[in-house]
């Protein structure tokens, strides 16, 4: 599957609407993940205390954040890491490209990470002649099929089990015949567990960077991230500056709210902090550690005003309660982060100009921000962006005509009144049994589902008769 | 990119943030001040304890089945590991054959009838080894690396059996923490903290939950009262 672009974002709506089992595919993980998300938060009743916590910790780092960027380098430093800095995501992808280069690499394996998906590192390997390989399950599933991810948490929920039979017997060794999970599951271990062991570099995010030991932190349900790190004698880290914490006692209780944010879970199977490079005599664990930070439009958000989404976690929690996303899923946001939060952050990483469209792409109800564990105001911030995009003359000419013709008839009572009432005499030419399937200048709506037709008054209409009424009845009184 | 250029890129970064806040930058007793702040608010921001002895409340966490793929137990003392081991083995079928954490505390059991030097590669061996802590809050048990814990020992095999001391469970994920919050202002933090919360898992497929996606399938908690 072709990665779509966000500038194309009506066309991919268009697509994705068009796919007749796409919003049942994104709903029976979305909908779960949002049952057990409720349930979670209704088994802890300091879930409202745990967010006011996570969004001060994140808060106080984005205040200091160079004096624990400058924390963070010098402790990894001297536990053996080698920190790099990229400011922009070519410069991330070219460091690791280089050290891959360096130790002539032939085997990368990857555990998730969106990070390593902004920056564009799969396509550089894959346009390498190192071999690329994504562990982490969906990203394997993923991998296989040639996708982009459609999601933060689950990148391959576009994927039916009935494409997971046909990739791994198409790819896999030693493949099931099964159709079942728990076969196909088995099969993807079989096929892995070579590549984890005979790997040469081993490349992850990380959730968290603890400043005081300079730690970085994964957290994963399968175990692969250790899987991917400890058996290669090199590990590279790649990490976006606001994933900052002050140390470990600050980022359980961010973890805390990622894992009940992100899958309903009390926790997550595995959270482990790994530390510069193996030690004089340890057991196992890679020789070599890098670490790459990077901005790629981070401090762009602080200069914004935007500085509220660098407290974002990735639990895509905004994501699973957007009405929008359910319907269109993530590939028709055309960049990594999809929903929500992909349409704050993309115009930063991406740009406005190409990335404006999708900020329109939300019916402002607040449902984000209500489950966002840390508090994101994405409604506040979408509203924000959509005004930056009109005053940098980034709508289209149809948007601001229309928007500009609005403006006029809104603050001339008459007129608006009058254009209303002729709007709804024309609406009800074209309506049929209360809906209207088609009408001119409305393809961008019906061209999906019907209109609902107009009450047969205007609002003001209705309100002056009722007035009316009333009136004349206290008179009678 | 050379070291010149990442350096011009780091000083970007740094120019950036300061011209974003241009405010003074606050003196570092005062940003350690307001962090050790933020801490003292986990007492309204934890869950509660199933009861008040944290070895207890592991042991109730996992047989309320909220510990993905986890059985427990309780023992005297360590020299009762093998038979938990063996009784582990009867339970899942298994060959009496194991991959023992290579610690004087765990070789020196008697381990008469099991063979303690598998290879870990093989998915029906079970992996034995010593934890650290325990955590009651999320079921967890704490390892980290060193000489004689290889960390892949936590996560190739598809059966691990993990022993934790009684005294060192702890009621919280923050207790931990704090303990790792003084390891690291020694600057003697291991190069791996694993805190692992049961079995491997994945709701990659249609999101339904599958044990044993890279690592354990199953996994047993053996809380020792007196180690």
């Known amino acids: 599957m072709q990665a779509n672009k966000p500038q194309n974002f009506y066309k991919n709506v268009s697509e994705a609407l068009a796919q007749p089992n796409l919003k049942a595919i994104i709903r029976r993980t979305t909908d779960k993940a949002d049952a057990k998300r409720a349930e979670a938060v209704s088994n802890f009743p300091g879930f409202e205390n745990a967010r006011t916590q996570g969004q001060k910790i994140k808060d106080h780092v984005i205040k200091h954040m160079d004096h624990y960027l400058a924390e963070f380098e010098k402790n990894a430093k001297a536990q053996g890491a080698i920190v790099h800095w990229a400011s922009t995501g070519e410069e991330a992808t070219k460091i690791v490209m280089d050290i891959c280069k360096q130790h002539e690499a032939k085997k990368i394996t990857r555990s998730k990470s969106m990070l390593g998906e902004e920056i564009g590192l799969s396509h550089a390997l894959d346009h390498s002649d190192m071999e690329r390989i994504e562990t982490d399950l969906a990203e394997h599933i993923i991998q296989l099929a040639g996708d982009p991810p459609s999601h933060i948490v689950w990148p391959a929920m576009h994927r039916s089990r009935e494409d997971v039979v046909k990739l791994f017997r198409s790819n896999h060794k030693s493949p099931t015949q099964s159709e079942e999970i728990i076969d196909l599951v088995r099969s993807a271990r079989r096929d892995l567990r070579t590549k984890f062991l005979t790997s040469d570099i081993g490349i992850s995010g990380s959730n968290f960077l603890l400043a005081d030991s300079g730690s970085s932190c994964t957290v994963t349900n399968e175990g692969n991230a250790e899987l991917t790190i400890t058996p290669p004698k090199v590990h590279i880290v790649t990490a976006g500056i606001e994933k900052l914490v002050p140390s470990m006692a600050h980022a359980v209780p961010l973890l805390r709210l990622l894992t009940r944010s992100a899958t309903g879970a009390e926790i997550t199977q595995y959270i482990t902090f790994h530390n510069g490079a193996k030690r004089e005599g340890d057991a196992d664990g890679p020789e070599v550690s890098h670490i790459v930070l990077v901005d790629n439009g981070r401090t762009k958000m602080l200069a914004d005003g935007m500085e509220e989404m660098l407290r974002c976690i990735r639990c895509g929690a905004c994501m699973n309660h957007c009405v929008v996303y359910k319907h269109i899923g993530g590939h028709a946001y055309g960049s990594v982060y999809p929903g929500p939060m992909g349409s704050v952050l993309t115009p930063h990483i991406e740009g406005l100009e190409v990335a404006n469209k999708q900020t329109h792409a939300c019916t402002l109800n607040g449902r984000c921000e209500e489950v966002c564990p840390v508090n994101i105001p994405l409604p506040k911030l979408l509203r924000a962006l959509r005004a930056k995009s009109w005053s940098k003359k980034y709508e289209p000419i149809t948007n601001r005509f229309v928007v500009s013709a609005y403006a006029m008839l809104a603050s001339r009572p008459k007129l608006f009144q009058l254009s209303s009432s002729m709007g709804v005499v024309m609406m009800k030419l074209f309506s049929r049994k209360g809906w209207i399937q088609s009408m001119p200048f409305t393809s961008g709506w019906t061209s999906n589902r019907d209109l609902i037709a107009p009450e047969s008054k205007t609002f003001m209409q209705q309100y002056k008769k009722q007035r009316k009424s009333s009136n004349t009845a206290e008179k009678q009184q | ?227």
């Open chain 2, 1 to 227: 990119m050379n070291k010149q250029q990442e350096a011009i890129s780091r000083q970007k970064i740094f120019d950036a943030i300061k011209q974003a806040s241009p405010t003074a930058p606050a003196n570092i007793d005062a940003i350690q001040k307001e962090a050790l702040e933020l801490l003292s608010l986990n007492e309204d921001a934890r869950p509660a304890a199933l009861h008040d002895d944290p070895s207890i409340a592991l042991e109730m966490r996992v047989e309320k089945g909220l510990v993905i793929g986890t059985s427990c137990e309780r023992i005297a003392t360590l020299a009762d590991l093998p038979n938990a081991v063996k009784t582990f083995f009867a339970k899942h079928k298994l060959p009496k054959v194991a991959k023992v954490q290579e610690t004087e505390q765990l070789q020196s059991l008697d381990w008469n009838g099991i063979g303690i030097n598998a290879d870990i590669i093989e998915d029906d061996t079970v992996g034995v080894c010593l934890a650290e802590y325990g955590i009651a809050e999320t079921g967890s048990f704490v390892v980290s690396s060193s000489k004689d814990m290889p960390i892949l020992l936590n996560f190739l095999p598809l059966y691990l059996v993990v022993a934790a001391p009684k005294s060192k469970v702890l009621a919280f994920m923050d207790d931990y923490a704090l303990i790792a919050n003084d390891i690291a202002k020694q600057g003697t933090t291991p190069r791996n903290i694993c805190i692992i919360s049961g079995a491997s898992g994945t709701t990659d497929i249609e999101g339904v939950l599958v044990q044993g996606a890279h690592g354990p399938e199953f996994l047993h908690l053996v809380i020792v009262d007196d180690l």
